[in-house]
C-alpha cells in the first residue's frame, strides 16, 4: 500500500513540475522573488488541478531592512 501511495505521489508531483514547465516558470527569464518561487511551489504542489482549472498564484512582500 505503501509503494502505491509513493508512486501516486510521485507522478503528482511530476504533472505539477510540468505544469510550472508549460507555464514558463522555470526559464532564465523569471524575475527571482518570493511571489515567483512561492507560485512556481504552488503549481508544483497542485499537480493535475492545473489542467482543470486551477491557477495558483501567491503574492507576498518581504519586509526592506530600516535604514
Do not use: H
Not at 508531483?13 to 511571489?35: K, N, P, T, W
Amino acid at each position: 500500500m505503501r509503494g502505491i501511495l509513493g508512486a501516486v505521489v510521485v507522478i503528482w508531483l511530476v504533472i505539477g513540475v510540468v505544469a510550472a514547465i508549460q507555464r514558463g516558470y522555470f526559464g532564465d527569464d523569471q524575475e527571482v522573488s518570493c511571489a515567483t518561487a512561492g507560485t512556481t511551489a504552488v503549481t508544483v504542489l497542485a499537480g493535475p488541478l492545473n489542467y482543470v482549472g486551477a491557477n495558483p498564484k501567491v503574492d507576498c512582500e518581504v519586509p526592506q531592512p530600516s535604514s
